[in-house]
Structures are given as C-alpha cells and as structure tokens.
C-alpha cells in the first residue's frame, strides 16, 4: 500500500509507463492514442509486464503488442479475456484531461457517467451498451429513410422506438440513482481537499420534455430529416455547481481539476464498497494547477491503496509519499 511518485522533467517516459499500464489492463489509452503509437517508433512490438498486488494476491500481466497484427492478454502466463482482466485488477485512473468533465462539452459529463455505471455491475453495463446499439441501429434506419431508398419501412421506427424508449428512460433511472450516490462522497471530498464551507451541488439536465417515447414520436418527422434522433439521454448533460456557480463556466482550473478529481475519488470509493477493497491508484501529472495544501489532500486521499503518481515538481514529494523514482529517459534511476 501506499504512493509511488515518478518525478521526471518533460518529456521522461513518465505518462508511458502510467499508459502501459492502464492500457495493459483497461485495453484504451487515456490519451485516446492508437495502438501503434504504444510501440517504440521503428520497432513492430511492444511488451508491457507488470507484477500487480490486487484482490489479495500476486499477479502477473503481461500484453504484448504487435504492429499490424493480434495482442497478447497473459494474467499469471494464461491468455486471459480483457474482461477478466479488468474484473481482477479494478483501477482508478485520474489524468491531466480528466478536467474536461467539470470544463468540456456534454459529451464528457455522460461518458464519465456512462463509464462509472459500466463499472458498477453487469446490468448497469448492460443497459449503457443495449441504449448506444439500439441508437446506432435507429440512426441507420433513419438515414436509409432519408434517402427513401426503400431498404426499410416507416412503421420500423414505431416498434424499435419503444424498445429505445424503454432502455433509454432505464439509462436515465440508474444515471440519477448512481449521481445521487456520487454527491455526498463528491461533498465530503471537495470539502475535505478545497476547504471546509464549500458545497458541491449536481443536476442532471435531461432533454426529454415530457416522456421519451412521446418525445420520439414528436420530433420523428424531423429526426428522419437530420438523420439524427434529437432527444435522449445521449443528449443530456449534468451541472455541477460549487456554492451555487455553474462549475464549468465560472470555476478556476484549480477548481475544476479538484472536482474532477474528486469526481474520480467518490466513484473510487463507491467501486471501494462494492468490491471490497480498493482499486489501484494511477495519477498522472494532475498537480500542476493545484497548490501545495491541496496537492498534500489529493495524496493523503489516495494514501489507502495502492497508488502510482506521475509529477515534475520534485518540491518536497518526498515527505508526501512513500517511495520517490526518478525517470530519465525512459529509464527509472
Ligand atoms: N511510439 C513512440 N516511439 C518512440 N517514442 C515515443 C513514442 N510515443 C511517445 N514517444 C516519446 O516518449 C517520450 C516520453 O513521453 P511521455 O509523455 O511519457 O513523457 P512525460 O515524462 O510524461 O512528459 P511530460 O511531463 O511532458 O508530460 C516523448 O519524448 C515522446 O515523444
């Protein structure tokens, strides 16, 4: 237990190795990277091997990546499925882009949502993935509509849109019932990290106006024209206010990446709950916006797992951790 700090200049390997090992268990870069950009330039593939402490024991993972052709998944040397991975080796990762979902568009603001409730359980999951491929598949018929081409039918949209009505108001159920868990753990550490006083208040903006299956029927007319469904959680969005402001238009930065973080940290503890002990902490270069009492709360958070932290301000980490690296490149002295 306990945090590593990795502290390097610019341009070390230091978010490498927290990608190598996120990627290595959760199969996507936090950066949003391609596999290719994952192996060494000129070189056709790439080992990531970590000895992980999780679910009280020792494991061995190894993924080896190869340019242009099928990955490696091996948990204890067993070619594992990425789900079993992910299952045994819960993470939590907080990034210098996590910021977008107190500052970025909608979009931020439901993937975080979406993603947490993925993590909550196989019904949860299951919901988030049958709402995106019922709305994938209405925008085909839709567009094939458009171009009147024939292919489908107009009395196809009046049977699968009560099918996406139904998945579509159960997403919005558990989006809200999982936001009302999140809030007061997301209080508690906002207040904790920013100051006592300060109040975190949420609210999920909902684009449905009366219920979902009468709002498709309204704007379906319209919808085939676009060729896009207009309404759905897929165009909701959440508001975050701090002491009443709406947090992503009047927080500062260091604000808004307190929030994220503690965004992160309630799901964290929430995932704590549900499994039973704590997922393994990776923050990657998120200190630069926060001050030297708030970086010592954000650390003294993660302090109960197992938590690898990437920074280049070298002031004083040592006294905060408990074990100092240094990286130069590429190479751990
Ligand atoms: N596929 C690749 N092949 C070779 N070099 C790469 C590849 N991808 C990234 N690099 C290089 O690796 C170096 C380390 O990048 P990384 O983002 O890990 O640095 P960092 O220590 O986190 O820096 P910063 O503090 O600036 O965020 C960079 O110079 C980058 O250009």
Not at 67 to 79: A, E, F, I, Q, T
Not at 270 to 287: K, W
């Amino acid at each position: 237990m306990g945090v590593t700090a990795i502290v390097g200049r610019n341009g070390q390997g230091k978010s490498s190795i927290i990608e190598a090992l996120s990627y290595a268990i959760t199969g996507r870069s936090f950066r949003g990277a391609p596999k290719d950009s994952m192996i060494t330039k000129e070189c056709e593939s790439s080992i990531v091997r970590a000895n992980i402490f999780s679910n009280q024991r020792e494991l061995l993972l190894e993924l080896s990546l190869n340019r242009g052709g099928s990955d490696r998944l091996l948990l204890n040397r067993n070619v594992t499925p990425r789900r079993d991975v992910v299952r045994a080796i819960p993470l939590t990762v907080f990034t210098l882009s996590d910021i977008e979902i107190v500052s970025g568009s909608p979009a931020h603001r439901r993937e975080f949502i979406d993603d947490s409730l993925i993590l909550m359980g196989p019904r949860a999951s299951e919901t988030v993935d049958n709402y995106e491929r019922l709305l994938q598949h209405r925008s085909h018929i839709l567009k094939s509509l458009q171009r009147g081409d024939g292919s489908v039918g107009y009395d196809s949209l009046e049977i699968f849109d009560e099918s996406l009505a139904i998945e579509g108001e159960r997403l919005i159920r558990m989006r809200l019932s999982l936001l009302s868990r999140i809030e007061p753990i997301l209080n508690e550490l906002y207040a904790d990290i920013a100051g006592k006083g300060e109040k975190v208040l949420t609210s999920y903006v909902p684009s449905v106006r009366t219920n979902l299956m009468s709002d498709l029927l309204d704007s379906r007319r319209d919808d085939i024209r676009r060729g896009i469904t207009s309404v759905g959680p897929h165009r909701d969005d959440i508001i975050f206010r701090i002491n009443g402001l709406n947090a992503r238009y009047e927080a500062s930065q260091g604000e808004q990446r307190t929030l994220a973080f503690s965004l992160k940290m309630a799901l964290h503890e929430l995932l704590r709950s549900r499994i039973g002990e704590d997922p393994i902490i990776l923050l990657d270069d998120v200190f630069s916006e926060l001050d030297e009492e708030r970086i010592e709360k954000v650390l003294k958070r993660t302090k109960s797992a197992q938590a690898i932290v990437t920074t280049s301000i070298d002031h004083q980490i040592d006294e905060k951790v408990n074990q100092k690296l240094v990286i130069e490149s590429g190479s751990l002295l």
